[in-house]
């Protein structure tokens, strides 16, 4: 079967269920001003609003729930101890995905460590526990798999722009890059999920 | 993971131990000001210690000063860069950051060759060594505490490239502190700026990217 990787297809591929938030959420900055004012129930709010959409992004890059988890707290600890570094006056989801992609990057680097020192040899991480179907299942092994070969610097815009449906404008802000080069790290991961995609799946399902 | 679950307990016990209100930081170009104060205190304290330059009354004292005012101004620019780029979300991208590299190395290429043109005086013969390893270490001990404290600004946001940060602050700093040593040191000779002057700012970017990477790993998540 010759499956044409494009981002619908990614998107449906994606652990995503419910379409992404485009605009950005004014009440999700006035939490945070909240948050910041000392208010105790703020932070839970954010929390509980924006636990689900760091979990897909952390879901889609570490492909590991239990990690997932961790990675989410971690960045909401960090959103804690920065929480000065938050402007009232700017987007709160870019400052928030900002701290996230450092999160995951510093986990990876020390997981790398880890794994370099460990001597007992586990070769592959444990699947996720994920209640799906058999075909959805066998697309989100594939997406990880997927993803994980592409570069970090592609494998970002891609995410944040297909599963979480970030602007490149945005992503561009948080990355340190341009709208344009966002927009074309985006599309060359998508070239290169196309050229990957197809071989990739005939040899699931042989 | 249940997302819509009570806080973990993790996060329940850091907001205990830290609930308190804080003030939001202020915009970097009102953060940086925080560097003034040092910086003229260097501008003062190298004549002071060291001597003014020989040529300093040929140059001109007010155009002296002046320059070395326009440098100190660069290295600010380029300090407020690292504290912008230090906020989460908020990264240069490229074009910026090579704008304020290409700021910095302009103003210090512009006045080497203004102080060339104004003045031209060489190394004396047989003291090449002695001139590299004295402008080439001490302005770097000058600046140390300049960067300290930019880095010290720069780390109560959360910089997610804490090398880049770094590198900035140090850049910057190594400006500042080079804009005071230029009260002292006299010799224009372009070959001598660019090894020992611009050695010592390259020194402390240097300092700055590796001491940034550092204080990142040691605050780095569990």
Same mark, same amino acid.
């Given at each position: 079967?010759? *499956?044409?990787?494009?981002?619908?297809?990614?998107?449906?591929?994606?652990?995503?269920?419910?379409?992404?938030?485009?605009?950005?959420?004014?009440?999700?900055?006035?939490?945070?001003?909240?948050?910041?004012?000392?208010?105790?129930?703020?932070?839970?709010?954010?929390?509980?609003?924006?636990?689900?959409?760091?979990?897909?992004?952390?879901?889609?890059?570490?492909?590991?729930?239990?990690?997932?988890?961790?990675?989410?707290?971690?960045?909401?600890?960090? *959103?804690?101890?920065?929480?000065?570094?938050?402007?009232?006056?700017?987007?709160?989801?870019?400052?928030?995905?900002?701290?996230?992609?450092?999160?995951?990057?510093?986990?990876?680097?020390?997981?790398?460590?880890?794994?370099?020192?460990?001597?007992?040899?586990?070769?592959?991480?444990?699947?996720?526990?994920?209640?799906?179907?058999?075909?959805?299942?066998?697309?989100?092994?594939?997406?990880?798999?997927?993803?994980?070969?592409?570069?970090?610097?592609?494998?970002?815009?891609?995410?944040?722009?297909?599963?979480?449906?970030?602007?490149?404008?945005?992503?561009?802000?948080?990355?340190? *890059?341009?709208?344009?080069?966002?927009?074309?790290?985006?599309?060359?991961?998508?070239?290169?999920?196309?050229?990957?995609?197809?071989?990739?799946?005939?040899?699931?399902?042989? | 993971?249940?997302?819509?679950?009570?806080?973990?307990?993790?996060?329940?016990?850091?907001?205990?131990?830290?609930?308190?209100?804080?003030?939001?930081?202020?915009?970097?170009?009102?953060?940086?000001?925080?560097?003034?104060?040092?910086? $003229?205190?260097?501008?003062?304290? +190298?004549?002071?210690?060291?001597?003014?330059?020989?040529?300093?009354?040929?140059?001109?004292?007010?155009?002296?000063?002046?320059?070395?005012?326009?440098?100190? +101004?660069?290295?600010? $620019?380029?300090?407020?860069?690292?504290?912008?780029?230090? +906020?989460?979300?908020?990264?240069?991208?490229?074009?910026?950051?090579? $704008?304020?590299?290409?700021?910095?190395?302009?103003?210090?290429?512009?006045?080497?060759?203004?102080?060339?043109?104004?003045?031209?005086?060489?190394?004396?013969?047989?003291?090449?060594?002695?001139?590299?390893?004295?402008?080439?270490?001490?302005?770097?001990?000058?600046?140390?505490?300049? $960067?300290?404290?930019?880095?010290?600004?720069?780390?109560?946001?959360?910089?997610?490239?804490?090398?880049?940060?770094?590198?900035?602050?140090?850049?910057?700093?190594?400006?500042?502190?080079?804009?005071?040593?230029?009260?002292?040191?006299? +010799?224009?000779?372009?070959?001598?700026?660019?090894?020992?002057?611009?050695?010592?700012?390259?020194?402390?970017?240097?300092?700055?990217?590796?001491?940034?990477?550092?204080?990142?790993?040691?605050?780095?998540?569990?």
């Amino acid at each position: 079967m010759s *499956v044409l990787v494009s981002a619908s297809w990614f998107s449906e591929v994606a652990p995503v269920v419910e379409q992404p938030e485009r605009i950005e959420d004014p009440a999700l900055g006035e939490l945070m001003s909240a948050h910041l004012a000392g208010e105790p129930r703020a932070f839970e709010e954010l929390y509980q609003r924006m636990a689900p959409e760091l979990g897909r992004y952390f879901a889609a890059l570490a492909r590991d729930a239990g990690l997932t988890e961790d990675l989410v707290q971690e960045t909401f600890l960090r *959103v804690h101890a920065a929480r000065r570094s938050f402007d009232p006056a700017l987007p709160f989801r870019p400052w928030l995905f900002a701290i996230a992609r450092h999160v995951f990057l510093m986990s990876r680097r020390a997981r790398a460590r880890r794994a370099a020192r460990e001597t007992v040899g586990c070769e592959s991480a444990p699947e996720p526990a994920v209640p799906s179907s058999e075909g959805a299942l066998l697309g989100r092994r594939l997406l990880g798999q997927l993803l994980g070969r592409l570069s970090r610097e592609r494998q970002a815009p891609l995410v944040l722009h297909h599963i979480l449906g970030f602007d490149f404008r945005e992503i561009g802000r948080f990355l340190g *890059v341009s709208e344009g080069a966002a927009r074309v790290r985006a599309s060359r991961a998508l070239a290169e999920l196309r050229d990957e995609g197809p071989e990739a799946l005939k040899v699931e399902e042989r | 993971m249940n997302p819509h679950a009570d806080l973990p307990p993790r996060l329940r016990r850091a907001l205990h131990e830290d609930s308190g209100a804080v003030a939001p930081l202020k915009p970097p170009s009102r953060r940086v000001l925080a560097l003034v104060p040092l910086a $003229l205190l260097l501008l003062w304290w +190298v004549p002071a210690h060291f001597g003014l330059r020989h040529d300093f009354v040929l140059l001109g004292p007010g155009r002296s000063i002046i320059a070395s005012g326009f440098q100190l +101004v660069g290295g600010l $620019l380029i300090v407020a860069g690292a504290l912008f780029e230090a +906020v989460p979300g908020r990264q240069l991208n490229g074009r910026r950051f090579l $704008l304020l590299g290409a700021l910095g190395a302009a103003v210090f290429l512009v006045l080497t060759a203004l102080a060339a043109a104004a003045s031209p005086t060489l190394v004396p013969i047989g003291r090449e060594a002695r001139y590299l390893r004295v402008c080439l270490g001490t302005p770097p001990l000058l600046g140390a505490p300049l $960067l300290a404290l930019a880095m010290a600004l720069a780390f109560r946001a959360y910089p997610v490239r804490p090398v880049v940060v770094g590198a900035l602050a140090g850049f910057g700093s190594g400006l500042i502190a080079d804009s005071a040593w230029r009260l002292f040191c006299e +010799v224009a000779d372009p070959v001598h700026v660019l090894t020992a002057h611009g050695g010592a700012i390259l020194l402390l970017t240097l300092v700055g990217a590796v001491g940034s990477s550092l204080v990142s790993r040691w605050r780095r998540p569990s």
